[in-house]
């Protein structure tokens, strides 16, 4: 065995001589390494002589490396200057009340978060579901599977899987979370994780609207478990064309083009949301290029703005309704004959012509003209001042009550509450108008801290959005939008067969029962149906506003350089 191994290493060591002669190198070393180690008959020196020789052929056989110029690097030219980022300015009525897309209910909010933050689905301007995070979906009776797209990211660079879903519409299923549309999710009996990109919803019985509730932005799991689920409320984290980058309350938003943008990256490099409540100020601004955008245009305008050269005017049907609520649990508007009265005693075409200059329809229920489920036929309590005295009387206010209006600070529920004060005080009702900045105004209706207040209700769709949160008896805020505490066994009734119906037309004809009935009790007097309308300046290239998404185009406009 030691003979073999000396052999094999004689062999090495002489091929290895061989190289070392051809680069002229001192093989007097080796030689003398190699005599000792031949003749010490030990088996493991031999062995180590073999793994010395072996690593000196790695070593001294190998090429010698050839030396590689490093291309120059061009100089720069002087002259170029980096290209300034691009930012777009928009000027909106009311500030942003909250940044998580499973917390907010007030239009500015929304605004926002439809370009932090996306959904499995979104709708489009016709008011049919189109998959969106999700590139495709099944739905059965009892199922609705989900198939995410690939290599969708969150704004901190992680991939948006199956785990971020699941834990975005468990946290909308919880009670205790509070989120605001707790109640459209009760349907769901279970969120299986099929795989890290497919999830599957299993459903207690069918429910048709809820493909429509699948658009909720889909929140970060990690984020809202590490820093909590308020962090997310002012610091928000999506996976939409832009990302969050500051906040400051009361005056701007800003945020900026989101590079890794699954759908590519947007246009515009930086959008500032400036809060500017006046109207006068915002159309000044829009004008003299302080600002590219300004919503909402109130109707006052719409004449002068169609005539500005370099400003455009666009004007898109409205999917809002305007209305004035009542505190059902206290006296005077716990009486359905009082809100009656209210309803003959005001006047809609004169708040039309005065405040909204004619561009308005009036309306008489909460299902806009445009919606399959609309009922032109409900009974309309319509301008009548004598029907309006002898409801009063029935129910004891001949000689009329004290009551207060809340308002949020705007130029037209400003003007819309002044001609409230005048009619009503013909019929000896003492209106009190308070007017409070957004927040607080949406703070104190959220906890029922009001007698009446005006709102609008925005982005309608399947009917079951507005009228199974608004009326049913159980949804109550902070998880419905049931302010009011109307309460109505039928319309409970009818509302939950028509979500679980999948027939549309028996859907149909129970919603037009339903607003029958809302329509009789007066819930809400019904002031107007709306028009959208927004200033564009001309800089602003490849943008449609739109009835539902109102700003989601921006990810696919530019900001043309003066």
Same mark, same amino acid.
């Given at each position: ?8 290493? &004689? ?16 093989? #007097? ?25 072996? %690593?000196?052929?790695?070593? &001294?056989?190998?090429? =010698? ?25 928009? &000027? ?85 979370? &509070? #989120? ?24 207690? +019985? ?33 996976? %939409? ?14 945020? $900026? ?8 990256? =947007? ?11 006046? +109207? ?9 290029? %302080? ?47 009082? *809100? ?7 006047? *809609? ?93 949406? $703070? ?35 998880? %419905? ?68 998404? *109102? ?12």
């Amino acid at each position: 065995m030691t003979r073999k191994i000396s052999v094999l290493a &004689g062999e090495a060591y002489e091929g290895c001589a061989l190289f070392l002669q051809s680069e002229r190198r001192n093989l #007097a070393f080796w030689k003398g390494a190699w005599s000792v180690l031949r003749f010490t008959g030990s088996t493991t020196v031999l062995l180590l002589a073999v793994v010395l020789v072996i %690593g000196v052929m790695a070593i &001294g056989c190998a090429p =010698p490396e050839e030396e590689v110029e490093e291309p120059e690097e061009p100089e720069p030219d002087p002259e170029e200057e980096p290209r300034e980022p691009t930012e777009l300015k928009i &000027g909106y009525e009311a500030d942003a009340t909250n940044l998580d897309p499973r917390m907010a209910t007030d239009l500015s909010s929304g605004m926002i978060n439809e370009l932090l933050y996306e959904g499995l689905v979104m709708w489009d301007e016709d008011m049919a579901i189109q998959p969106w995070v999700a590139e495709d979906y099944e739905l059965t009776e009892d199922t609705f599977t989900f198939y995410l797209r690939e290599g969708v990211k969150f704004h901190d660079g992680e991939q948006l899987t199956s785990e971020d879903v699941k834990y975005t519409f468990d946290t909308m299923m919880d009670p205790e979370f &509070g #989120a605001r549309d707790q109640v459209l999710y009760e349907p769901i009996d279970d969120i299986e994780i099929v795989d890290s990109h497919t999830i599957k919803f299993h459903l207690k +019985e069918p429910v048709a609207p809820l493909i429509y509730y699948m658009n909720v932005g889909i929140v970060p799991k990690h984020i809202a478990e590490e820093k909590g689920d308020e962090y997310l409320q002012t610091n928000p984290v999506g996976c %939409g064309p832009f990302k969050f980058v500051n906040w400051e309350p009361g005056d701007q938003i800003e945020m $900026e083009a989101f590079d890794d943008y699954w759908d590519g990256r =947007p246009g515009i490099d930086l959008v500032t949301f400036r809060v500017i409540p006046e +109207e006068v100020t915002r159309r000044v601004e829009v004008e003299t290029g %302080g600002i590219h955008i300004a919503l909402p245009v109130p109707a006052v305008d719409v004449q002068a703005m169609r005539e500005l050269p370099d400003v455009q005017l666009q004007e898109i049907p409205g999917a809002s309704v305007q209305y004035i609520s009542f505190n059902h649990e206290d006296p005077p508007f716990d009486d359905k004959m009082v *809100r009656q009265a209210m309803a003959h005693a005001i006047d *809609r075409e004169e708040i039309i012509d005065h405040v909204f200059h004619g561009l308005y329809e009036p309306a008489y229920t909460q299902i806009i003209p445009q919606s399959w489920a609309h009922n032109p036929d409900v009974p309309r309590f319509e301008h009548n001042p004598d029907r309006a005295r002898e409801l009063l009387a029935e129910a004891g206010y001949e000689d009329g009550f004290a009551a207060e209006l809340k308002i949020s600070d705007t130029d037209p529920r400003r003007a819309i509450s002044e001609i409230l004060q005048y009619e009503l005080a013909e019929f000896g009702v003492d209106l009190d108008v308070i007017v409070q900045e957004w927040g607080a105004f949406y $703070e104190d209706i959220l906890e029922m801290d009001f007698c009446m207040y005006i709102l609008t209700w925005v982005s309608q769709t399947d009917p079951d959005t507005h009228l199974y949160r608004q009326f049913h008896s159980a949804n109550v805020p902070p998880e %419905g939008a049931n302010r009011q505490r109307f309460s109505n066994e039928r319309v409970d009734e009818l509302l939950v067969s028509a979500r679980t119906t999948m027939d549309q037309d028996r859907r149909k004809e129970m919603y037009l029962e339903i607003q029958e009935i809302l329509a009789e009790e007066q819930s809400y007097v019904h002031l107007n149906y709306t028009v959208d309308f927004c200033l564009v300046r001309p800089e602003v290239q490849n943008y449609q506003h739109q009835t539902y998404y *109102r700003l989601f185009q921006l990810r696919n406009a530019s900001l043309k350089s003066e």
